[in-house]
């Protein structure tokens, strides 16, 4: 039996990139310049962008966090019946990219207090301004929602997000 060629949009390594870089474009830093972003929480929100399911139901259930309206490709689908849990715990995936993304220059790695943390360069920066697309302008947006929840800390987030998925 011959197995038809699907494309699975997510799986798109362009996708991924872009979605990647915005959320380094958008949450490397909280307000106050420090650094947040370490594996566990691009892992988490790289997540959270691409499930904005399980995000519309992680807010819904604090009221301190900004409500925001999911599209209709974003509810109802098999996708957000079958959430693939993987990804909040196999970090290949992500390493994977963002080594794509330092090799090309668009990320650095800082280290603070023996941490090591990712921060967009310039070049992601000019990057990730050139690319325009309607899922990129909802990225952006559901970036702006999660930027509410970078000071919740990585284990105190998957504790959060496991009674959603069913964990």
Do not use: W
Not at 1 to 24: G, H, Q, S, T, Y
Not at 148 to 161: D, F, H, V
């Amino acid at each position: 039996m011959n197995k038809l060629p699907f494309i699975i949009p997510e799986r798109d390594l362009n996708l991924r990139v872009a979605v990647v870089v915005m959320i380094l474009d958008r949450l490397s830093y909280t307000k106050r310049k420090k650094l947040i972003l370490n594996l566990d929480k691009i892992a988490i929100y790289e997540f959270l962008v691409t499930q904005p399911f399980v995000l519309h139901e992680l807010v819904e259930k604090d009221s301190k966090l900004p409500r925001f309206h999911l599209q209709e490709n974003e509810k109802g689908s098999v996708r957000t019946k079958y959430i693939n849990k993987k990804s909040l715990i196999d970090y290949s995936s992500i390493k994977g990219l963002l080594q794509i993304l330092l090799v090309h220059q668009f990320v650095k790695i800082e280290r603070d207090k023996n941490e090591f943390f990712y921060v967009i360069t310039e070049k992601g920066t000019e990057f990730i301004s050139a690319v325009e697309s309607d899922y990129l302008y909802r990225v952006r947006e559901l970036c702006d929602v999660i930027s509410k929840l970078t000071s919740i800390p990585s284990s105190n987030l998957k504790r959060l997000i496991n009674p959603i998925l069913g964990v």
